[in-house]
């Protein structure tokens, strides 16, 4: 019954900023761990950033450089992640996952059973 889905990704110069969104449905992500991944064509899956619970544990990946920001909103059940100066290295699709489970490794993609579909982010110079 879990549902997400992404929307906001597109086409922007580098130093331009997106706002991505995943909706979720069918569950309550207030007591959920809400990830962000990136995936690159003939590279590894990457972690960006996850958001845990009501928000008091929060992460991101070392590439970030306080570029990014993940933030929810739990009245319509959404994750956000703000993206500013971003660069041609950050092309890639950008997923949201979800998990209401136990692990406790919340960069580790292995974690999350519930994964959208993927929006396309393409940054060029």
């Known amino acids: 019954q879990v549902q997400l889905v992404e929307s906001g990704g597109g086409l922007v110069q580098a130093g331009g900023s997106l706002r991505l969104s995943c909706a979720v449905s069918?569950?309550?992500?207030?007591?959920?761990?809400m990830a962000w991944f990136r995936q690159a064509p003939g590279k590894e899956r990457e972690f960006v950033s996850a958001?845990?619970?009501?928000?008091?544990?929060?992460d991101y990946g070392d590439f970030v450089k306080g570029r990014f920001t993940i933030s929810r909103d739990n009245a319509k059940n959404t994750v956000y992640l703000q993206m500013n100066s971003l660069q041609p290295e950050d092309t890639a699709v950008y997923y949201c996952?979800?998990?209401?489970?136990?692990?406790?490794?919340?960069?580790?993609?292995?974690?999350?059973?519930?994964w959208g579909q993927g929006t396309q982010v393409t940054v060029s110079s």
């Open positions: 069918g569950r309550t992500i207030s007591s959920a761990a």
């Open positions: 958001i845990i619970g009501s928000g008091r544990r929060i």
């Open positions: 996952a979800a998990t209401w489970g136990s692990n406790y490794y919340y960069t580790n993609s292995a974690t999350y059973g519930y």
